[in-house]
């Protein structure tokens, strides 16, 4: 089994960045597909941006495109969002989670999942 832990959330003005830090714990996080998910009140929880095992395929929501980086450090066992340029539509608790290797933006795909991490971006 796969562990997450979710840390780095925070307050930020609009136009700021926060680096998300996921940790995982487990011998298979290696082989596991790894994405970010963001759930905000009264709204659907939404698909963030995914990374592969091998970190070499990356893939992002529209929404977040061009600000948002997703990146892995197998030896750490980590997986981290950075995130720039931040709108208050940003805001919304942030989720790590871990899947096959052809998980995409289904929630469903994804039998692993952190507690979540607080983001809120003020005007």
């Known amino acids: 089994q796969v562990q997450l832990v979710e840390s780095g959330g925070g307050l930020v003005q609009a136009g700021g960045s926060l680096r998300l830090s996921c940790a995982a714990s487990g011998r298979t996080f290696s082989s596991s597909t790894m994405a970010w998910f963001r759930q905000a009140p009264g709204k659907e929880r939404e698909f963030v941006a995914r990374?592969?095992?091998?970190?070499?395929?990356?893939y992002y929501a529209d929404s977040v495109k061009g600000r948002f980086t997703i990146s892995r450090d197998n030896a750490k066992n980590t997986v981290y969002l950075q995130m720039n340029s931040l709108k208050p539509e940003d805001t919304a608790n942030y989720y790590c989670a871990g899947g096959h290797s052809l998980a995409l933006i289904k929630s469903d795909d994804y039998a692993y999942w952190g507690q979540g991490t607080q983001v809120t971006v003020s005007s």
């Open positions: 990374i592969t095992w091998n970190g070499l395929s990356t």
